[in-house]
């Protein structure tokens, strides 16, 4: 158990739907990574926040979003969903210096 | 050209064998080298972690970096079939608050009985 905890487990919803993805790091990290992966790709960096604070973003598209809030959970919304949004998508979360540990992931299925 | 290049395997070995895992990466920043162990639609989870070339050993698992040729390997001794798992190697070059790392797609292990 790498402490890192992901709700819900499952979700499954229609296409033009949004949904949000919850995220609860490591006590005293505060940094929160979120990673999209698809069957035919390897995890994809979405977007990183620093207590509070977006620091760094990668391959998000402009329908996802993200927060953390001061209690340092974070929480990823994806709307206007499409098929292709179909996907497992892990938080994970790390102390300054230290490596990324990572949530059991949430499965998106977009019908 | 992809940052970091990681066979997909599959790569299938029998119980007891050793096993080299391996990636190459082209950004010189990157400091930090892990590796993670992912068993099916599960969370990736930390194998091994370190920022130093040479080898770092625990238990049936050592992690070799040679930042010279911008290489790093993975073995696993003695496989098993609790083994069997997709590994990705990732990098970081930290910057102070952000870690972004940068993963391999993966390698697909089958350790069979």
């Known amino acids: 158990d790498s402490g890192v905890t992901q709700t819900p487990k499952h979700l499954i919803t229609a296409t033009g739907q949004r949904v949000t993805l919850r995220c609860s790091p490591r006590?005293?990290?505060?940094?929160v990574y979120w990673y999209q992966q698809s069957l035919d790709q390897g995890l994809q960096f979405l977007i990183q926040?620093?207590?509070?604070?977006?620091?760094a973003k990668g391959n998000i598209l402009e329908r996802f979003s993200a927060q953390q809030f001061p209690d340092l959970h974070s929480e990823l919304n994806l709307s206007s969903l499409e098929l292709g949004d179909s996907a497992l998508y892990f938080c994970a979360s790390s102390a300054p210096t230290d490596t990324q540990y990572f949530g059991p992931g949430t499965r998106l299925t977009v019908l | 050209q992809k940052e970091v290049e990681q066979d997909p395997g599959p790569l299938s070995v029998p119980e007891g064998a050793i096993v080299s895992l391996n990636c190459t990466y082209s950004n010189s920043a990157f400091q930090y080298f892990m590796w993670y162990r992912q068993y099916s639609r599960k969370g990736p989870e930390l194998l091994m972690y370190?920022?130093?070339?040479g080898n770092k050993e625990d238990g049936r698992f050592t992690a070799q970096v040679d930042k010279s040729s911008k290489y790093i390997s993975l073995f696993i001794r003695d496989s098993q079939p609790s083994d069997s798992a997709t590994y990705l190697c990732a990098m970081s070059a930290w910057t102070g608050t952000a870690s972004k790392l940068t993963f391999g797609t993966g390698t697909r292990l089958q350790v069979t009985l």
């Open positions: 370190t920022y130093s070339s």
């Open positions: 006590s005293g990290d505060l940094s």
């Open positions: 926040y620093y207590n509070g604070e977006e620091r």
